[in-house]
């Protein structure tokens, strides 16, 4: 491997770790919030005792996510310095934006985790919900600057680096309403799909365990409605890159040719003009294929159309899954809770982690061979620090270990509400509604 190679190695693997645990840290709180408001309208302990799992589940993910994050900060700097260098001052508002998030979310969650019955209720709450909002703010801030890179706007491209530089224009560059929504969408829908699944396994093994069933009553409502709406939120997303950069839309559906009336490939079956349909809204409209393109400029077109079938696969997956549940609320008035629904939570509860996972592959290795498309090569970006194989294994070591730790503690999290274990991984007490 080339020291290239090693350094966009290194970066994929830090954000393929980070990405899944950023995704939780931003979801849970939503879920830590949703039971303690059910805690309150019910009065029910179940409700309280969820929460403060949550609480801690929040807890674990915001420390792995603040190391991992600060670790990513270090690579951009020391793995891309002349992206860094050159491009730093013009995305450097929605990273400064991000670090204020991210020491608000912390305030916040410190008061709801040592403040509950110590402070008001409302106040209580209220700091539950200012953690959802600000590891919300960070994701979007952060996607804001992926958005640039893919999509570059606010200042003039010069040989000796931007010119007329307008943060706020670079930072709401074209396209961040679809690809914002898109990420955030994808991590509650992960989460609640995570979620739902730990409790489907736990209530196949056993049936009457009330805890469990009023958590899946809380995940599931948030699961479905995001698998639902993450489709058509995907679809003004692929609208828009058909748009704005026609190649990434090729390599994505391996299209090779331009054509009007482009069918959709599926499996080596072809829906005549659906293309051209699902990425202009015209049956007639042009589609621009590979070859359209000079061939230096085209992304991996293999690994990229992979990952975006199995993005669209998992996702119909869930939307099926979401519809059919949602379809089953509404006749039985209650949520599933047979075992044939329990199983396909079950089944489908990895499936959201593995849509984000590759989603984000299909933005990433879509963009390639630039860093900032269209201005600055990814080659052009690299460190000249040879000998990137050291750092690259270490980090491996190092996310190794904190995956280790972090599925851990998170099961022991899981083990303390099983059926007959409450006492021994039990809070000290009985649960008390605040």
């Not at 994701?139 to 890179?149: D, S």
């Not at 599933?336 to 089944?347: D, H, I, N, T």
Request: a positive charge; hydrophobic letters at 50%.
């Amino acid at each position: 491997m080339t020291d290239l190679l090693y350094a966009r190695a290194q970066m994929g693997l830090s954000l393929g770790f980070h990405i899944v645990f950023a995704a939780a840290g931003v979801a849970l709180p939503v879920l830590m919030v949703l039971s303690d408001w059910k805690a309150r309208r019910t009065g029910d302990a179940d409700y309280v005792k969820l929460s403060q799992k949550l609480a801690k589940g929040t807890a674990i993910l915001f420390a792995v996510g603040a190391v991992s994050g600060t670790m990513l900060s270090f690579e951009l700097g020391l793995l891309w310095p002349e992206f860094m260098g050159r491009y730093g001052e013009v995305i450097g508002l929605p990273f400064s934006l991000e670090g204020v998030a991210f020491f608000t979310e912390a305030i916040f969650l410190g008061i709801y985790l040592y403040g509950r019955e110590r402070v008001s209720p409302n106040l209580h709450l209220f700091s539950g919900v200012m953690v959802a909002l600000s590891g919300a703010a960070s994701a979007f801030f952060v996607t804001l600057v992926n958005v640039f890179m893919n999509d570059p706007s606010g200042f003039v491209a010069t040989p000796e680096g931007p010119t007329n530089i307008q943060p706020l224009v670079a930072m709401f560059s074209p396209g961040w309403p679809y690809q914002t929504a898109h990420v955030l969408l994808s991590c509650y829908q992960a989460s609640a799909f995570a979620m739902a699944g730990i409790h489907a396994f736990v209530l196949l093994r056993h049936p009457g365990a009330a805890f469990h069933r009023k958590a899946l009553s809380v995940a599931l409502p948030l699961a479905c409605v995001t698998a639902l709406l993450q489709p058509l939120v995907g679809d003004l997303s692929a609208k828009h890159v058909a748009k704005a950069q026609p190649v990434k839309l090729a390599a994505m559906e391996g299209h090779y040719e331009t054509e009007r009336g482009a069918p959709l490939r599926l499996g080596g079956v072809e829906v005549p003009k659906a293309l051209s349909i699902l990425a202009f809204g015209d049956p007639h409209a042009e589609v621009k294929g590979l070859n359209e393109f000079p061939r230096d400029t085209w992304p991996p077109v293999a690994k990229v159309h992979g990952a975006f079938q199995v993005m669209v696969g998992t996702g119909s997956l869930m939307a099926l899954l979401a519809l059919v549940t949602l379809v089953h609320r509404w006749r039985k008035k209650a949520w599933p809770s047979g075992p044939k629904m329990m199983r396909a939570w079950l089944v489908s509860g990895p499936l959201g982690l593995v849509a984000l996972e590759a989603g984000w592959l299909v933005t990433e290795w879509g963009r390639q061979p630039w860093i900032v498309r269209g201005v600055m090569r990814t080659a052009e970006a690299v460190t000249p620090v040879p000998h990137l194989a050291a750092p690259f294994w270490t980090f491996t070591a190092v996310y190794l270990f904190l995956g280790a730790v972090v599925v851990s503690l998170l099961l022991s999290q899981v083990a303390g509400t099983l059926p007959g274990r409450e006492a021994k991984h039990g809070e000290g007490g009985e649960a008390h509604v605040p």
